[in-house]
């Protein structure tokens, strides 16, 4: 265990708070040893790497805003952590703040099966929350990918979104109450049980806002009824707009599928590598549609959904309806990002949005730079609503690799934007986007962001550096307002 | 010959497969206990990192290292394919080649690893623990709580050991096919099965022999070296692991069958071991061509296909994945499929079946608490299903499940796919299978 010739490299600032800390969350609650610490420098997304000054897992509401309070009291920034398994590095520790590890707090408080809901610790990997309804007949709708790890707490942070989110919407819409801990370490009660809440929408403000308007330390979320019926369907193209076609298609039939996703070849062979999931050999792209409802709704649409993608130019689509063939399809779908390990040294998940109309043209001039540069980009994309998720290969052994990927990585976004899009679906905008903010938003925008912001964290020390841009990380640009709001200096406006 | 790559650079490579997703999270032991990053896969890989990186083995990395229970759960949840198992080999024995342990640690150590690889020494100790047992002595002490208070890796031992019965008669060199000769393959006694559960050998033979294979079962074979290498003493894992190839050669079998999961998952690798450990191509050969044999009895039958006939044995049981079987071995739906060919047995899962149950070869032994905790937590899984019967294919998991259970005061009768097998291919009642009778 660490002892204190194990406690190197502690910042000066932080060194007073230790003993408090332990007071707070237990001796094997904080972390100070370089080595332990040094476990924690990054999130799922290892570019950006910060070794944190300190680490605390606290186990209780209380404990957190007992740390809290302490960065209050000291001015120390902290950042909240879940899994660890996010993909903008909005967990990517500060090197003389706390991290805040809410993976100890992972009870389902309570299944309510009546009201529809459950109430749970941020902790809770999203898949749990399913887990535990299941057999009350219910699950947890927004499944991102990493649904199986990745935690509730991140979810909310994130405003996390998933295949299913088509038909289902993100976490945003299945969220009903929040226990928070503020900056300031207060406990805050948002929303409950009960749906339909007046007055301004303080959930929906806190839902993506990436930790930096407080922790969130109880979720609770809606619970939606199994559905009835579930088919999932695999349909081969042998090109990418023949799929992307397909897309259009379904949706001006009016089905609307819980699913459409879409896979290239590049991304199908990393799949087939990593967990042999059978797709059509020889597809250039393949679509993965899922329709729920009742059972009759549902098999008049699988009907539909077959004739258009055939109509598309589908040379092969088969039907699953048996859990493990469904698991096997979505399997391979859902295991892509890690998969891609199998055949590329290393790799950056891109994460975009376009309208679904321009779908076929921005994946034209992706492919374009991508034979431009030289640098292989596989997609796999939530095609139904245009959330593109562009992978772009590289080898890190190899110099200049990184930055030339970065690059191919940089201008997919500014694709996006250009073509009506955003820079971010589902990942969120951490520290890897939070400089590409000026891109979609103006000036007056940013600075209404970093006013509300201000209102929650006066002293900016909530996940400080993530979402919005600032000079520290993008450096100073003109005509970026960093004084005293001009509502605030003519008396309109009051910042507490 | 290409020259093959050194254990240090291989290292490097496979370390850098790790991508940081996390998929290992939730099915590692112990992040279920403990939640916190140096205790993941994904946290030991990057503590591996530093150690190879940096040149330096930290007291801290190796708290870490020991508390990996190796059962590999993080390695059938892997998307990118990280080799674990050799990463987790190769950090044990640089921890035990380079990192001086506390004395008491040492002996213990030492101790356990002079006891459980030689199945005569085990077999020793079965005539003090039934003298121990049979005196009331044994719950005396386990209710007084002084062993745990005075060594927990006693306590545990003490837990651990199965109520004996009379030992069946040692198993011939050579158990003749039944009928027409389909197969010729070689058999493994194991330390702890041919010590502790030698009836178990018994029915692996003989539902070999029924389904038409001769079975040589040599004397010489001595331990696989499993333990050994699953803890890091690499010199002594080759020593064993050498005799077992000499050995096996002799046999000229076709397969090496192997009822014990621990065991089978070790044995497939023999030429890693003997590559990790610097050995020359000519035995990294050798250990490669008997490993390539290596099978468990479940995967071999079902390749094999049923021949003799079923009886029925009206049965409801659940069926616990053994972790070197599942996770070491990719050996899941063959236990599933022999078991429901049996008329009238019913097989259930267990919940949380991919999470380990604490035996871990003898971690047991040197992590009592946290051997204790996930003993516990499967045992609470397998009462929840409301079956009396639980059949699993390792012996080290069968007396850590079956002592967490008596410990709950919820007794379960554990027992072995070749003993149900075995009892249904000769007719036995439910009784007779379950050795109640």
């Known amino acids: 265990m660490a002892t204190s010739a194990h406690q190197t490299n502690i910042p000066a600032a932080l060194t ?8 707070i969350c237990g001796e094997d609650g904080v972390l100070t040893d370089l080595s332990r610490r040094r476990v924690y420098e990054s999130d799922g997304l290892t570019y950006h790497r910060a070794t944190p000054g300190v680490v605390a897992l606290p186990t209780t509401t209380a404990q957190v805003a007992a740390v809290v309070s302490l960065c209050a009291e000291h001015g120390v920034p902290y950042v909240p952590r879940g899994a660890g398994t996010g993909l ?13 590890v809410t993976s100890r707090m992972r009870r389902v408080v309570e299944i309510d099966p009546e009201n529809e809901c459950a109430v749970v610790e941020p902790g809770v990997t999203n898949l749990d929350i399913t887990r535990a309804a299941a057999p009350h007949g219910y699950y947890y709708a927004p499944d991102p990918s990493s649904q199986q790890v990745c935690s509730v707490g991140g979810n909310v942070a994130e405003n996390s979104g998933g295949a299913h989110c088509l038909k289902y919407g993100f976490t945003s819409g299945h969220v ?9 370490g207060e406990v805050v009660e948002l929303g409950g049980k009960a749906t339909g809440a007046h007055g301004y929408d303080l959930i929906g403000a806190f839902i993506g806002s990436e930790g930096t308007l407080g922790v969130a ?55 087939e590598a990593a967990v042999a999931c059978g797709y059509p050999a020889g597809a250039a792209a393949v679509l993965v549609v899922e329709l729920d409802g009742p059972t009759s709704e549902v098999d008049a649409q699988v009907e539909r959904v077959t004739e258009l993608c055939a109509a598309s130019g589908s040379f092969e689509t088969r039907t699953a309806s048996g859990a493990v063939e469904r698991a096997l399809i979505w399997k391979g779908r859902k295991s892509a990002f890690a998969a891609v390990g199998r055949i590329s040294p290393a790799y950056i998940v891109q994460d975009g949005v376009v309208p679904r109309t321009a779908l076929g043209e921005v994946l034209g001039r992706i492919a374009a730079l991508s034979a431009e540069s030289g640098i292989r980009v596989a997609n796999v994309f939530h095609a139904g609503d245009g959330n593109l998720h562009p992978l772009v290969l590289f080898d890190d052994a190899e110099p200049g690799a990184g930055e030339r990927a970065e690059e191919v990585s940089g201008a997919i976004l500014d694709l996006c934007v250009e073509h009506g899009g955003s820079i971010t679906g589902e990942h969120g905008v951490g520290v890897d986007k939070a400089c590409k903010m000026p891109r979609m938003y103006s000036d007056d925008d940013l600075t209404t962001f970093d006013l509300f912001r201000r209102a929650f964290d006066p002293a900016g020390i909530a996940n400080p550096d993530k979402l919005l841009p600032t000079p520290r990380l993008c450096g100073e640009r003109p005509g970026v307002r960093t004084g005293v709001h001009p509502l605030v200096e003519s008396g309109q406006a009051e910042q507490f | 010959m290409t020259e093959r790559p050194g254990p240090e650079r291989l290292f490097g490579d ?16 112990t992040d279920v206990l403990w939640g916190q990053e140096m205790d993941s896969p994904r946290g030991r890989i990057h503590l591996m990192s530093q150690m190879h990186e940096e040149d330096v083995l930290t007291e801290t990395a190796v708290d870490h290292f020991d508390n990996c229970l190796g059962c590999l759960a993080c390695v059938s949840s892997c998307p990118s394919g990280v080799a674990y198992d050799a990463l987790l080999e190769h950090t044990r024995h640089r921890v035990e080649t380079e990192h001086e342990r506390p004395r008491g640690e040492r002996v213990l150590r030492a101790a356990v690893f002079s006891l459980f690889p030689y199945r005569a020494r085990l077999r ?21 709580g002084l062993l745990d208070r005075l060594s927990p890796t006693l306590a545990t031992m003490e837990r651990i050991a199965p109520p004996l019965s009379s030992p069946p008669p040692p198993l011939p060199e050579l158990v003749p096919a039944v009928g027409a000769r389909r197969a010729r393959v070689g058999m493994l006694v194991g ?21 038409g294979c001769d079975v040589v079962i040599p004397r010489a074979q001595g331990c696989c070296g499993a333990l050994s290498g699953h803890a890091g003493r690499l010199r002594e894992a080759v020593e064993f692991a050498k005799r077992f190839v000499e050995v096996f050669e002799a046999g000229q079998v076709e397969r090496i069958v192997v009822n014990s999961a621990g065991c089978g998952s070790s044995m497939k690798h023999f030429d890693r071991t003997m590559a990790e450990a610097g050995e020359s191509d000519a035995w990294v050969e050798r250990a490669q061509k008997v490993s390539a044999k290596v099978v468990d009895l479940t995967e071999f039958l079902v390749e094999l296909g049923p021949r003799a006939e079923r009886h029925p044995l009206p049965l409801r049981v659940a069926y616990h994945d053994a972790c070197h079987l599942s996770h070491g071995q990719g050996v899941t739906s063959q236990p599933r499929e022999l078991l429901t060919q049996i008329p009238g047995l019913e097989v259930s899962d267990l919940p949380n079946k991919e999470i380990c149950c604490g035996s871990a070869g003898v971690y047991n032994l040197f992590k009592p608490e946290a051997a204790a905790e996930l003993g516990d937590r499967k045992g609470q899984d397998v009462a929840a299903t409301g079956v009396g019967v639980l059949v699993s294919g390792n012996p080290g998991c069968s007396l850590q499940i079956a002592s967490a259970m008596e410990r709950a005061g919820t007794p379960v009768t554990v027992t072995h796919t070749a003993r149900l097998l075995d009892a249904s291919l000769r007719g036995l009642s439910v009784e007779q299978a379950l050795g109640k009778v």
Do not use: W
Not at chain 1, 16 to 23: D, F, G, Q, T
Not at chain 1, 88 to 100: I, R, T
């Open chain 1, 217 to 271: 330390t109880r979720v609770t979320v809606s619970l939606t009824r199994s559905p009835q019926k579930t088919v999932t369907l695999l349909s081969a193209f042998t090109s990418m707009d023949a799929g992307g076609e397909a897309v259009g298609a379904i949706i001006a039939a009016g089905v609307l599928p819980s699913a459409i996703e879409m896979m290239d070849a590049l991304a199908i062979e990393a799949a």
């Open chain 2, 191 to 211: 330390c702890v099965q041919g010590a502790f559960f030698p009836e178990v050998n018994t029915a692996t033979a003989r539902v070999l022999a029924m389904e």
């Open chain 1, 176 to 184: 009903r109450g929040l226990e928070i801990v503020t900056p300031s």
């Open chain 2, 14 to 29: 496979l370390l850098n497969d790790c991508v940081h997703c996390g998929f290992c999270l939730p099915t590692c032991p």
């Open chain 1, 16 to 23: 007073a708070l230790v003993p408090r800390l332990r007071e």
């Open chain 1, 88 to 100: 903008s590095a909005g967990a990517l520790p500060h090197a003389d703040g706390v991290l805040l």
């Open chain 2, 124 to 144: 020793a100790l079965r005539g003090p623990l039934r003298a121990y047992r049979s005196g009331g002595v044994s719950s005396l002490v386990r209710r007084s």
